[in-house]
Structure formats: C-alpha cells, structure tokens
C-alpha cells in the first residue's frame, strides 16, 4: 500500500496565532490557561487540516511553545542545576526560564538548527545529568488528537542526535550518557505504546552528517537496545543524503526508514536495494524547505522506479523534513502577483501534492491536477521576467581585483585610527534599535496609503532622531541610526531589489516567538536605486561621531530567502553581492566612514558534510569580498555573524577581511572567541556582552566581566564592545538600561587599562 505521510506541520499558526499568545502571556495580560487553550487550538486546526488534504500518517510532538529541542530536554528531565533552583511555580514557567532566562539566571545558549534559520536550545549536558522520563507532553498531544479521531504518530528527537547536539558542560565523554538516556527512551516508548501509538517517528538528522566510529557505535547500541519495544519505529533522517551512513541507517533495527530525496536525489536506488525487505520505506520527495511547486510528472517517474524496486506494501511518501521551515498557506496571498504564486507552493499546498503523488502511484493519477502542474512549471521556465540581460552581464564583469582591498588590514588599521580617532574598547550596537508598536503602526498605515509619504518619513526622522539623541547622551561611541525604516533585515532590502517578491502571510518560525517573512528570489537580482543613503547620511547629520551604515551581506540575503532553484545559488549570491558593493560605495561618497555588512548566515549555509565546504566557502567569501572591496583603506569595514560555532571555518572567517568582526558570545561567556584566539585572528574582534535574545538586563559588572575574560585573549586595539545582535526585537525598557550599562562597563575597564 502506497501511504501518505507527513513528518511535521508548522507551529505558529495562520495569522501567527501563537506568536500573540506567547507575547500576550509574557507580558502578564493572559492567563498560562489562555496561551494552553490558543496552543491546543492550533495543534486541533493542524491536524484537522492535515487529515482533509489526505494524509494518513499525520504527526503529533511536533508542536511546541518554544523550541523541540527544549522540549526534549524537559521529557528526558534533563534540566540545568541553576534552573532546578529556582524554585519555579509552575512547569510553564521553568520551561520559559531555560527558553529565555530570568532575572538572575541566564537562558540556555541557542544555536541554528543545523543549515536552517531556525534557532533550537543547546541542551546542557554533564557527567552528573540523570535523565527521567516526563512523557506528559508526548502523551497528551497523541490523547489530543485522538480524542477528535486522529491516532498519530508521535515524534522524537532521537537519543544519538539529542547527545550530539547538546554540549558538555564538563570534560567527560557524553557517550557514558548513552545507556541511561537510552533506557529514559525506552520507557517514553513503552508509555506511548501503551496509549495507542502504533508508529514513533525517531529523528535521527545527525544521520546524515560525518559521523566518528563512537557515534557509529553508539546508532547501533542505541537501537539494539530500543528493538523490543511494543511500538514500531520510523528512523528518520533529513537535510541530505545518508551517503557513508546508509548501510548503516539499513541495518538498525528499525521498522522503518526515512530519507530526505531532495538533497539526496542520488540515493533513491540505493536505498531501494539496501533496506532489508520487510521494512517501511518513506521517501521524502517534496521539499520541505522551499516553496516552489514539485515537478509531480517527473516526480511520479522516479515513484515508479521505487515502487517496482520495493513493492507497494511498505512504501511512505512525505516532505523531506518537517514543513516547519515553509509556510503554512499559500490560499492567503491574495495580494501576491499571480503568475508568481501559481509557481509556488506552501505546507498546505505540499500535503496536497504529497496526496496528488500517492494517488497517481495508486493507479488513481488526476490529470487535471498534473497537467495544471506542468503548464504552471512550463511558464515559469519560460517567463521573461526571471533572466536580465543587464544582471547577467554584470556577472561577467567581474574581475579577482573586484574583490581585493587595496591595502593589508595593519595598514588599513592605521589609516581608520587616524581617520576615526575613537578610544580603546569603543562601543556600538549591532544596528537595530526596537521596532515599537507605534513605528509598526505607522508603517502598517503608510502602506495602506492612510498616511503620506511626507507624514511617515517625517515621523521616521523624528524616531532616528530621538535614538541619535539618546546615543550620543549616553555616550556611545559609535552611533547607529536604529533602522526604523526597515521591517526586516533582508526583507527590506529585497524589496529594493530587482528579482524578489514578496508575501504577506509567509511567516516562518526562526525561534520561539520570532517569526521571519522571507523574500523570494525569483529572477535576476539587480539594485534600481540607493537603499539606505538618506536614512545614513540623515543620521550622520546629527553628529559629529562616525555613524555606522548598516546592509546585509549577500550570503544572508541568500540565505535567508526562499532562493531560486533553477541556477546554482553561488550565481544568485553574486548578484546579491553585486547590487550591494553599488550600495557600500554610495555610502562611502555620501561620508559614511563605517559599514557593517551583516553575514549572520555564513555559517548556517555551511554544507553538513566536509566534502562540500570548500566549494561553498570559496563563493560565500568571495561574495562577501565582492560587496566590500571597492572602498578606500580609511572606509571600515564590520561585520556580524551571529549563534555559530566557527573553529572550522575560521580560515574562511579571516578570508572575508573586514576589519571588525562582531559576534555572539555572551551565552557561551566567550567561549566562541577560543576559535579567534586560537586561530589568532589579526583583524578586530566584538564579542558580545550583552544576550539580546532574553528579557533580561544585564548589569555593569557582569558585562565588564566578560570584557575582562575577553582582554585575557584579546589585545585592548584589538577588542570593541557590542550586544550579540539588533535589538529590534527588544523594548526601550530594556534596551536603554541595558547599553547604558555596557558603555559604563567599556568606560570601567577602559580606566583599568589606563591606569595599569
């Protein structure tokens, strides 16, 4: 039988619906009862949802109030000893504290979701850690829906992945950890069996990553030892091929297989021949991270081959991975251009084409429905509005001077002292001030066309205003504008861009209740016109400090985008890169002497296999290169990435050039500057002192004591002073307490300095 599948739906609902609730009930306006009521409405809705488009194998756990990553930490019982003593009320509120920190207790670190923007909490792990299974969640989901008729099957993260995606807090072997974890599992299963659950779909995406012997060991001991439980198990891997781990994905004793076809089209046959016969095979043949439409003929094609080689008995069709990471409805764009949309398709329109599939391998094909597919793939391949003769001759311009700066940085170094002339220790932010309501209202109603232009810009003149004022009262040595013009940091600029659209219900969740909109990059990208000049030189104007221009950098524009998929994303980055050299250059001649070029995403686009990075670096830094290198030796040049871990790409890191580099670091105490350290990086180095992504203000002294542990590595001219990110996100209550705290901080040490 030909089954259709699905491995995971989107949390936040339709309109975001869990986005307000959780906001609503951490401000104190609604009860725990109100956001668990919002919470149980949208997980009913998903799976209704799921059920009416006709899928068969619907999942349950794979909603969450923050993080999957969290919540299993809270299943597995394995919480932190600064969290236990607090003394939490509620469940709620501990799970919130991990999530975000309190007062006196910082959050857990946060890092990306293997190549995704999705953000997970890093579980922290010891050789103390004794797990205890908590299966409250798991099991109330599955009871959840089966009350409306739907028995699920309950997703885990499973056992191998959850140790090597946690991070030891001592020195020991986190593999010692893997009996007792292993029998925590068992007991989640065996309560999950016991209520009904017939299938458990395992999460093992390390699977498809370079694995050592011991974690190749530890697969096998750990699914030798979950064999005998009463539910069959759905091993399932995601974001690539298995490639040398496929013999050993087909030899665990699982019931069942999951593989991702879209990064891995190769291994289709492969697998086919390898899994022992008897076993379920699932093929993740459309794809769970973008939002174009599948090619359903040529997909139904390589179907038919599977089928032939495996049978019908045993054959699951679903999205590569969870539909997390697209949106949910594509029905709601009503706005977007239809030739655009009829190209597309969202987490909705993916189970419809996951059914369209099993149908058509079923004998059942809907030609209507296949024919309205190939003419829509038809015109898209053929529609003049994705090739530019201008962009692509542009590209062929290119030359290695293009990327080159004119002078080595210890030259460059000297010249921006001189020109700069700021103190040791200088601070600055990393660009964004917050978003309030009254600037989203505003802007909500300027593109309703209730406001004029002239009314909302003056309003955003009076906001850059009031920041600069409080920037330059406060002391801060490089001021920033605060980007009040812009409603994202990519989105803004992709709709100054030739070759983006645009959504207006395309959220994708990137951690708890952020949620990001991508653009999607559709054609040619070409810059029409200057994009940030008048907001950088109007901020320039109202001081005599160097005010600091901000972009976003190619590779996270690329990144964080749905990206085209017709040519190499390398070529589209090139482009990227091109229009924002235009826009480094207007900057420089309009007297900005400051320019971070933000690339967040450099890491996060880092191919999950080692065989991969050479390729990918090379473009990535010589996009990088491409957008900065056209200034003179006295233009700075910053940068900022932010949660990654970058011992293994430091070289790479150091490659780009720019001559300060901000990072993450707070969450970590510094530890993320090991990699600089080591490395030792020549350029200047911003390690964040300030977590940006809690509630919580930090004082004077604990930021003046990671500015200590950072001079301990660091030289003094080497070293500025930052939050780990924009603080758009983030509420002036919090905000002004917490910089005017970290320049005190920079002031405190910088007078240690002086006097020693």
Not at 124 to 143: D, I, V, W, Y
Not at 165 to 193: C, F
Not at 506 to 526: E, L
Request: glycine fraction near 6%; aromatic fraction near 8%; include cysteine.
């Amino acid at each position: 039988m030909i089954t259709p599948a699905n491995l995971g739906f989107p949390r936040i609902g339709k309109k975001r619906e869990l986005k307000r609730a959780l906001e609503s009930f951490w401000k104190g306006d609604t009860s725990e009862n109100a956001l668990q009521k919002t919470a149980a409405q949208i997980r009913q809705t998903h799976w209704q949802t799921q059920k009416n488009a006709g899928i068969e194998i619907i999942p349950s756990n794979d909603f969450s109030l923050y993080d999957h990553m969290l919540d299993t930490s809270i299943m597995l019982g394995a919480i932190p000893n600064r969290f236990r003593q607090q003394g939490e009320d509620s469940p709620l509120a501990l799970y919130f504290q991990m999530a975000r920190g309190g007062e006196k207790t910082k959050a857990m670190e946060m890092t990306k979701w293997f190549d995704t923007n999705y953000h997970y909490l890093v579980p922290e792990l010891s050789k103390a850690t004794r797990f205890q299974a908590n299966p409250a969640k798991t099991l109330g989901e599955f009871h959840e829906a089966k009350k409306l008729g739907i028995t699920t099957r309950p997703v885990l993260i499973g056992p191998v992945s959850y140790l090597l995606l946690a991070k030891m807090q001592d020195e020991s072997n986190r593999w010692t950890l893997l009996p007792s974890l292993v029998k925590t599992y068992g007991e989640i299963i065996t309560n999950l069996a016991e209520a009904g659950a017939s299938w458990i779909q395992m999460d093992e995406p390390c699977l498809v990553l370079d694995l050592d012997a011991q974690a190749q060991r530890a697969y096998q001991e750990a699914y030798d030892s979950l064999q005998p439980s009463k539910a069959s198990l759905m091993l399932t891997s995601y974001f690539g091929a298995l490639d040398d781990n496929l013999a050993l994905a087909c030899s665990l004793p699982a019931a069942g297989l999951h593989v991702d076809l879209t990064r891995g089209k190769d291994q289709m046959e492969e697998v086919c021949r390898s899994l022992p016969k008897g076993r379920a095979l699932s093929l993740g043949v459309i794809d769970g991270r973008n939002i174009w439409k599948s090619d359903l003929e040529k997909t139904l094609s390589s179907l038919t081959q599977a089928r032939d080689l495996r049978g019908e008995d045993s054959l699951l069709l679903a999205p590569s991975c969870s539909l997390l990471h697209v949106p949910v409805d594509l029905s709601q764009e009503t706005a977007l251009d239809a030739e655009l949309a009829s190209w597309m398709a969202f987490a909705e329109q993916k189970l419809q084409e996951i059914r369209l599939l099993a149908d058509g391998l079923r004998g059942r094909k809907d030609e209507k429905a296949f024919a309205e597919n190939k003419e829509a793939l038809r015109k898209r391949r053929a529609s003049p509005r994705i090739h530019h003769q201008e962009a692509r001759a542009r590209l062929q311009a290119v030359t290695p001077d293009m990327m080159r700066r004119k002078s080595p940085f210890k030259e460059r170094q000297a010249l921006q002292a001189k020109s700069l002339n700021l103190p040791l220790l200088p601070t600055t932010t990393i660009g964004s001030y917050p978003q309030t309501k009254e600037i989203r209202q505003a802007r909500a109603a300027w593109k309703r066309g209730e406001m004029e232009r002239e009314d909302y810009e003056r309003f955003l003149e009076n906001e850059t205003k009031e920041a600069m004022r409080w920037q330059e009262r406060i002391g801060l040595d490089v001021p920033v504008h605060g980007e009040f013009e812009r409603n994202d940091m990519v989105e803004y600029f992709g709709e100054k861009l030739d070759g983006f659209a645009f959504t207006k219900q395309g959220w994708v969740q990137s951690y708890g209740s952020r949620c990001v909109k991508p653009p999607v990059i559709y054609g040619d990208v070409r810059r029409l016109e200057p994009m940030t000049v008048r907001w950088s030189r109007f901020a320039q104007a109202q001081t005599e400090k160097p005010v600091k221009g901000m972009l976003t950098g190619p590779v996270t524009i690329l990144q964080w985008s749905f990206a085209r998929d017709d040519q190499p994303e390398s070529e589209t980055c090139r482009q990227i890169a091109l229009a924002m050299r235009d826009e480094v250059l207007d900057l420089e001649a309009a007297g900005i002497r400051i320019i971070q070029i933000d690339e967040a995403a450099l890491r996060e686009g880092l191919p999950l296999r080692r065989s991969a990075w050479r390729d990918y670096l090379d473009w990535a830094v010589e996009a990088f290169r491409l957008s900065a290198c056209g200034v003179r030796d006295e233009t700075q040049i910053h940068t900022h990435m932010c949660y990654s871990e970058f011992n293994d790409i430091i070289p790479s890191v150091a490659a780009m050039d720019a001559d300060v580099i901000s990072i993450e670091s707070s969450r970590s105490k510094m530890e993320l500057l090991e990699a600089f350290v080591d490395f030792r990086y020549p350029n200047e180095i911003g390690p964040g002192v300030y977590d940006i992504h809690s509630p919580r203000v930090p004082s004077c002294g604990e930021m003046a004591g990671l500015l200590g542990l950072a001079l301990r590595v660091l030289r003094p001219d080497q070293l500025w002073v930052n939050p780990d990110c924009g603080l758009k996100t983030r509420g002036w209550a919090e905000v002004k307490p917490a910089i005017e705290a970290m320049v005190m901080a920079a002031r405190t040490v910088r007078g240690g300095l002086a006097g020693s």
